[in-house]
């Protein structure tokens, strides 16, 4: 094959930013890295969009009931707002949920809304708030009801905590909590996610002590289920007899959730939306965590053989040897077939707050490089590890925020390795309470870039040709136009599972169809027909 000629990093990191005006080629340009794995420079991250660019980013409500509160099946989640925050929330990001039978509730089909009308924005829409939830509990009696504040909520001061506990206390046996995750609370999604923690673990963590059993009990963290991915990771810690005591939150139920708190260890896929529940969770409970990623062959097999390390049980590490033993040669052999097609080729990610990370190990597997990438709403930690966390510097943004102040549980609180323990396991190689970021599995060269923009996405497309762009619906019918065929890493399109050993049979499947399609060749969009295209302003 013959080699491509890629351009020069800092070429390209000025041609990224140069017809921006100079204030803003300044703010973008310290969004924009030339990585070094060794030394790892700082990237300006979790900082609020320059106002005009098009960005990939979502909103604070979006990360909270969207993202997290989203997959669970037995919470009513009601929105707090007028219709239109509705309409993209409702079922876009293929969350999928597997109910135990006909008695267990799934109310992920529904979609509920107050329906706010200017009437209740002029004088106040905590009374239409109550009856509709009065209205939720009458259909469905549900468990539980969570409440989620869009903008205007915000603005004219409805109080829905307020509203909760008075209707909590009114109906009795309903759990009934709300969220300030108002869309302009912070400066992306990221916001709601932290939001989303402080409240699930507020209002629902820790409330049923029943212990249902298991040898090696777990929380997976940061599983959102997209796709199916989290019936695929199910699967394997089933076969390996490990116990998945709650998911926060893909397949999840609230039930999961209240009796979270007696598992004895938090694992972490998705570091940036829930690390907050697993350092409070540790710190009132006495459960340490540990990063894992599902999301690629190899790193499943480490992740599991981590989690038995962990455990520290012989025949366990020996359960998941033999799992391993018996899923990867399957993964090898598809490996070994599209491999030829698929090396050399050129990816780039820019998605949400860890995907962009995860799914390089993927395209590593196929032989392919990822030259450019980034989070959407990442910090500064899901790029250059958590190490930098005492150095990021707290702005208003992130000020707005609350931190909840967690202390040990007085009764519950039970350390489930001693601080010596952990040591020693960490001196023995397993991150506990560790994230080494993106950065440092990237090479020397590539381009980090945060909160990317649409005319840099667009640019970077020129410059390299990359053969496979993963980003989401906004980017991929302008990308695809261009020729180069988008992957969205946010739904997968309409594939899935990509998580664990099928998953990633699954994406090596699906990647190889897109990289070796020629139909991508003749594509011509419509201003490569007309140069000449013209806009028209009104300019009365
Ligand atoms: Fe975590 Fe996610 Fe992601 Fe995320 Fe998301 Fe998502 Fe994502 Mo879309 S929680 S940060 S806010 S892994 S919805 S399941 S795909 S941007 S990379």
Same mark, same amino acid.
């Not at 909590?168 to 302009?184: M, P, Q, V």
């Not at 601080?419 to 980090?448: C, N, Q, T």
């Not at 980017?475 to 946010?490: A, F, S, T």
């Not at 899935?496 to 003749?522: E, H, Q």
């Given at each position: 094959?013959?080699?491509?000629?890629?351009?020069?990093?800092?070429?390209?990191?000025?041609?990224?930013?140069?017809?921006?005006?100079?204030?803003?080629?300044?703010?973008?340009?310290?969004?924009?890295?030339?990585?070094?794995?060794?030394?790892?420079?700082?990237?300006?991250?979790?900082?609020?969009?320059?106002?005009?660019?098009?960005?990939?980013?979502?909103?604070?409500?979006?990360?909270?009931?969207?993202?997290?509160?989203?997959?669970?099946?037995?919470?009513?989640?009601?929105?707090?707002?007028?219709?239109?925050?509705?309409?993209?929330?409702?079922?876009?990001?293929?969350?999928?949920?597997?109910?135990?039978?006909?008695?267990?509730?799934?109310?992920?089909?529904?979609?509920?809304?107050?329906?706010?009308?200017?009437?209740?924005?002029?004088?106040?829409?905590?009374?239409?708030?109550?009856?509709?939830?009065?209205?939720?509990?009458?259909?469905?009696?549900?468990?539980?009801?969570?409440?989620?504040?869009?903008?205007?909520?915000?603005?004219?001061?409805?109080?829905?905590?307020?509203?909760?506990?008075?209707?909590?206390?009114?109906?009795?046996?309903?759990?009934?909590?709300?969220? &300030?995750?108002? %869309?302009?609370?912070? +400066?992306? /999604?990221?916001?709601?996610? @932290?939001? $989303?923690?402080?409240? =699930?673990?507020?209002?629902?963590?820790?409330?049923?002590?029943?212990?249902?059993?298991?040898?090696?009990?777990?929380?997976?963290?940061?599983?959102?289920?997209?796709?199916?991915?989290?019936?695929?990771?199910?699967?394997?810690?089933?076969?390996?007899?490990?116990?998945?005591?709650? &998911?926060?939150? %893909?397949?999840?139920? +609230?039930? /999961?959730?209240?009796?979270? @708190?007696? $598992?004895?260890?938090? =694992?972490?896929?998705?570091?940036?939306?829930?690390?907050?529940?697993?350092?409070?969770?540790?710190?009132?409970?006495?459960?340490?965590?540990?990063?894992?990623?599902?999301?690629?062959?190899?790193?499943?097999?480490?992740?599991?053989?981590?989690?038995?390390?962990?455990?520290?049980?012989?025949?366990?590490?020996?359960?998941?040897?033999?799992?391993?033993?018996?899923?990867?040669?399957?993964?090898?052999? =598809?490996?070994?077939?599209?491999?030829?097609?698929?090396?050399?080729?050129?990816?780039?990610?820019?998605?949400?707050?860890?995907?962009?990370?995860?799914?390089?190990?993927?395209?590593?597997?196929?032989?392919?490089?990822?030259?450019?990438?980034?989070?959407?709403?990442?910090?500064?930690?899901?790029?250059?590890?958590?190490?930098?966390?005492?150095?990021?510097?707290?702005?208003?943004?992130?000020?707005?925020?609350?931190?909840?102040?967690?202390?040990?549980?007085?009764?519950?609180?039970?350390?489930?390795?001693?601080?010596?323990?952990?040591?020693?396991?960490?001196?023995?190689?397993?991150?506990?309470?560790?994230?080494?970021?993106?950065?440092?599995?990237?090479?020397?060269?590539?381009?980090?870039?945060?909160?990317?923009?649409?005319?840099?996405?667009?640019?970077?497309?020129?410059?390299?040709?990359?053969?496979?762009?993963?980003?989401?619906?906004?980017?991929?019918?302008?990308?695809?136009?261009?020729?180069?065929?988008?992957?969205?890493?946010?739904?997968?399109?309409?594939?899935?599972?990509?998580?664990?050993?099928?998953?990633?049979?699954?994406?090596?499947?699906?990647?190889?169809?897109?990289?070796?399609?020629?139909?991508?060749?003749?594509?011509?969009?419509?201003?490569?027909?007309?140069?000449?295209?013209?806009?028209?302003?009104?300019?009365?």
């Amino acid at each position: 094959m013959e080699s491509r000629k890629y351009p020069e990093p800092s070429v390209v990191r000025e041609e990224l930013i140069k017809k921006y005006p100079p204030k803003v080629a300044k703010k973008r340009g310290k969004a924009i890295v030339i990585n070094d794995p060794e030394t790892i420079p700082p990237v300006q991250a979790n900082i609020r969009t320059i106002p005009g660019i098009i960005s990939q980013r979502g909103c604070s409500y979006a990360g909270c009931k969207g993202v997290v509160l989203g997959p669970t099946r037995d919470i009513v989640n009601l929105v707090h707002g007028p219709i239109g925050c509705s309409f993209y929330a409702w079922l876009t990001r293929r969350n999928q949920t597997r109910p135990d039978g006909p008695e267990d509730r799934n109310y992920m089909t529904y979609c509920f809304s107050t329906d706010m009308q200017e009437e209740h924005v002029v004088f106040g829409g905590e009374k239409k708030l109550k009856e509709a939830i009065q209205e939720a509990y009458d259909i469905f009696h549900p468990k539980a009801i969570g409440i989620f504040s869009t903008c205007p909520v915000g603005l004219i001061g409805d109080d829905v905590h307020a509203v909760s506990r008075e209707m909590k206390e009114k109906l009795g046996d309903c759990n009934i909590f709300g969220f &300030s995750c108002e %869309g302009y609370k912070g +400066v992306s /999604q990221s916001a709601g996610h @932290h939001i $989303a923690n402080n409240q =699930v673990f507020k209002h629902v963590v820790g409330l049923d002590d029943t212990d249902k059993g298991g040898k090696f009990k777990i929380n997976m963290l940061g599983e959102y289920n997209i796709g199916g991915d989290a019936f695929e990771i199910e699967r394997l810690l089933e076969k390996c007899g490990i116990t998945m005591v709650a &998911s926060f939150s %893909g397949n999840s139920t +609230v039930g /999961q959730f209240e009796n979270s @708190h007696t $598992a004895d260890l938090n =694992v972490i896929m998705c570091h940036r939306s829930i690390n907050y529940m697993a350092e409070m969770m540790e710190t009132k409970y006495g459960i340490p965590w540990m990063k894992v990623n599902f999301i690629g062959a190899q790193s499943s097999a480490k992740s599991l053989r981590r989690i038995a390390r962990y455990f520290e049980d012989e025949e366990l590490m020996a359960k998941v040897e033999q799992v391993i033993a018996e899923e990867l040669p399957v993964v090898q052999s =598809v490996i070994n077939e599209i491999y030829p097609r698929t090396k050399g080729k050129l990816a780039m990610l820019f998605v949400g707050g860890s995907r962009a990370h995860h799914y390089q190990e993927l395209f590593g597997e196929l032989g392919m490089e990822t030259i450019s990438a980034g989070y959407e709403f990442g910090h500064r930690d899901d790029y250059e590890g958590r190490k930098v966390i005492p150095n990021i510097k707290v702005d208003a943004d992130s000020k707005n925020i609350e931190e909840l102040k967690v202390t040990a549980d007085p009764e519950k609180f039970k350390p489930r390795k001693t601080e010596e323990e952990l040591e020693k396991l960490k001196a023995e190689g397993l991150d506990i309470r560790e994230y080494e970021g993106m950065m440092p599995d990237m090479k020397k060269g590539s381009i980090v870039i945060d909160d990317i923009s649409h005319y840099e996405s667009e640019k970077l497309i020129e410059l390299y040709k990359p053969d496979i762009f993963c980003a989401g619906i906004k980017e991929k019918y302008v990308v695809q136009k261009m020729g180069v065929p988008l992957k969205q890493l946010h739904s997968y399109d309409y594939g899935g599972p990509y998580a664990g050993f099928k998953g990633a049979i699954n994406f090596y499947r699906d990647i190889d169809r897109m990289v070796n399609s020629r139909v991508w060749r003749l594509i011509q969009a419509p201003w490569e027909k007309t140069t000449e295209l013209e806009a028209n302003y009104v300019t009365q």
